[in-house]
């Protein structure tokens, strides 16, 4: 069975997932929605996409950029099977009564609330639980990847909670009106940050405390954990294998290879030829791995634009009961040159 997929709202993560959609031999891109006519529209075009406008109001300019239109939205989710809705935060929620109006799954991602939906997503964690659902929510950058490697952690030696320290990049690479320019901003200021509950929505079993700052980078968040655990003490090396065997996390040296920076793995990531450079992975130091005690410390870098292109593939198929979550996984590394574990 071919899957019919919308993407509503074509930008840092719609542009990705409809990439993707477009590569997966089970699905068919509709099209893509968007709106306005700028070179985005015109090179989805390029591509062969089918471009719908996401409002009545933008068709004018569309015409006058002589951007051909496929129609709007509601005709673009109206031909599909699934919408995935990767427009902006608070957006989506608002969308989803169009989709409810015309009996559509759809997928929201990180930026929507866990209620817009009521099942977060992360493929490797959850795929069951949201088998046949109507709405899912693939949660946002920081909690696939906390989710990732905490769930891998928690399978080996039993967590009891976690910590960690999150420095955002402040803004996405286009985005150059955003700051801080000079500064790091405490962002919140209060603790815990939304991250470590929003974790809580796919595995709920342990504390996950999250402490969160704004620094004057656009490429990578960077992550610095401590993880509790129950079991018996591991030791570095046991650590290390684990995470080395678990899908969607790349382990990287900083003596071996001179992986110091975020700027290194996203060098990696265009030495690889990785489409648009995207790093998919969870990206965790090897050599930062150090357990002292019942606590796991280590640092880990996450790609903010590309972490969840595949779980949104994946949600695609588990919300259509099209494959299992092993083939699923199997099939969107395969299609995204993700390295199989
Ligand atoms: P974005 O603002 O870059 O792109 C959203 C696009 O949707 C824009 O082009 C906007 O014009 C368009 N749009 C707005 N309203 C629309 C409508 N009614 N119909 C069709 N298109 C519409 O947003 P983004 O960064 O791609 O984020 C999308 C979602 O993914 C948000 O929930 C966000 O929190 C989440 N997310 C973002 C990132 C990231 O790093 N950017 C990472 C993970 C998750």
Redesign the pocket.
């Known amino acids: 069975m071919t899957t019919r997929v919308a993407v ?7 542009r990705r997932v409809a990439d993707a959609v477009s590569l997966q031999p089970d699905m068919e891109l509709v099209g893509v ?4 006519p700028d070179y985005k529209a015109r090179s989805a075009v390029e591509k062969g996409y089918r471009v719908y406008c ?2 009545e109001k933008g068709e004018k300019a569309f015409r006058e950029a002589g951007i051909p239109l496929a129609g709007f ?1 509601k005709d673009l989710v109206s031909q599909s099977d699934v919408v995935i809705d ?4 608070d ?2 929620s608002a ?1 989803k009564r169009m989709y409810e109006s015309l009996g559509k799954k759809a997928i929201f ?4 609330e866990h209620d817009v939906a009521g099942t977060s997503f992360v493929a490797q964690c959850n795929y069951d639980s949201a088998i046949n659902k109507d709405f899912v929510r693939v949660v ?2 920081n909690t696939t990847a906390l989710c990732r490697v905490l769930h891998s952690i928690d399978e080996s030696f039993q967590i009891s909670k976690a910590n960690v320290v999150i420095a955002r990049r402040a803004a ?1 690479p286009d985005e150059s009106s955003k700051g801080p320019i000079d500064a790091v901003v405490l962002d919140p200021v209060s603790i815990p940050s939304h991250h470590g509950p929003d974790v809580n929505t796919v595995l709920p079993n342990f504390p996950v405390i999250s402490m969160a700052m704004k620094i004057p980078t656009t490429h990578m968040h960077l992550h610095s954990l401590i993880v509790s655990v129950k079991g018996t003490n591991p030791t570095d090396a046991q650590v290390v294998d684990k995470l080395s065997k678990t899908p969607r996390i790349m382990l990287v040296a900083s003596k071996k290879d001179g992986i110091k920076s975020t700027a290194n793995v996203m060098d990696l990531a265009r030495e690889l030829g990785r489409p648009r450079n995207d790093v998919f992975e969870a990206v965790v130091w090897r050599d930062s791995v150090k357990v002292i005690g019942s606590e796991i410390y280590f640092f880990m870098a996450v790609h ?2 590309a972490i ?1 292109t595949p779980e949104n593939v994946d949600a695609i198929r588990a919300i259509t009961n099209s494959a299992s979550a092993t083939d699923s996984i199997r099939m969107t590394d395969k299609s995204l040159s993700i390295l199989a574990k």
């Open positions: 509503n709202g074509y930008n840092v993560i719609g929605a968007k709106m306005k996401g409002d939205s990767a427009t902006p935060e957006i989506g969308n991602q990180g930026g929507e946002s950058c996405d903010q634009e969840v």
